[in-house]
Each structure stands twice: as C-alpha cells, then as structure tokens.
C-alpha cells in the first residue's frame, strides 16, 4: 500500500473500536452499583449509548481507496458489529424492564440478545482483523477492548438473582 494510504485502515480499525467501546462503556460502572436504582441508570445508558454506537457505525463509511477485497471483509464486518450492537441494545431494554419487574421471561430474553451480540461482535472483530491481515498490516489485537467489555455484560447475570432462572454459567 503506498503511502498515503496508510494510515486509512488504522484510523477506520480506531473509529470502529471506539464506536464498540462507547456503547459498552457505562458497563464500566457494574463494580461500583450500590443499590438497583444505580444497576437501572447504567443499564439504560448502556442502552442509550449501544443505540448511539449502532447509528455512528451505520454512518461510518469504508474508505473508498483501500484495495476492493478488502473493503468487501469492511462491509461485512460492518454488518455483523451492526447487528450485534443492535441485539446488544435490545438486551439491555429487556434486562431494565426485568429489573423492574422481575421478570424471568425479561432475564431469558436478555440473555439471548446478549448472546447473540456477543456473537455477532466476535465474528466482525474476526472479520476485520481478517482485512487487517490481507493488507498485512497487523499492528495490536483487536480484541483486548471487546474481552473487557464482554466480561461486563456478564456481569449484569450476577447483579440480581433470577428466580426459577440458573446463574451458574
């Protein structure tokens, strides 16, 4: 790649992980959760955020110059990080509303779109980290960012007891 296309992939990979690490962010908080009310507040500005997250990664566009095949891995993972943070969003909807009424059908609910986000983040991850390759320009993991943020949504399955549900996972 000549030069003054270098730095595109790095600022594209950057903007993409800052946009993941936004929506995650207010989970950072989960250590500190005092009472249900704090659990509530930060799991609607995760939801809040998330829904930020997905809008900003919508309107982030590929860079046009980088080699065809590579922006095709782009689109993609595009695409899968799109719809995990959208599940991810939706998971916290359902795990507020399972704070408030104890729902289990909530719990389950929030388990699988927290599931499917998880998923779904890890095969975009994959997939530009695949791109990052083909242009051989590997410079960090990518992944150290996510497995952080991961370890919080799991977090959110400890914060309360789930009655009739299992927490041993």
Do not use: C
């Not at 289990?104 to 388990?111: H, W």
């Amino acid at each position: 790649m000549d030069s003054s296309k270098q730095g595109l992939f790095p600022d594209y990979k950057k903007k993409v992980l800052d946009i993941i690490d936004f929506g995650i962010e207010p989970l950072e908080k989960l250590d500190g959760v005092q009472n249900e009310e704090d659990l509530y507040n930060i799991v609607l500005s995760a939801e809040q955020n998330l829904a930020k997250s997905h809008l900003d990664l919508s309107e982030l566009k590929v860079p046009i110059e980088l080699p065809n095949d590579t922006r095709v891995l782009l689109g993609r993972s595009k695409e899968d990080l799109s719809t995990g943070l959208k599940a991810l969003e939706e998971g916290m909807n359902y795990y507020a509303q399972y704070i408030v009424k104890r729902s289990p059908e909530q719990y389950d609910k929030y388990v699988k779109k927290r599931d499917k986000g998880i998923r779904y983040i890890n095969g975009g991850l994959t997939t530009l980290t695949s791109a990052e390759l083909q242009l051989d320009d590997p410079l960090e993991p990518i992944q150290s960012v996510w497995e952080v943020g991961k370890r919080n949504l799991y977090k959110l399955e400890k914060a309360i007891p789930v009655k009739g549900v299992s927490n041993d996972n």
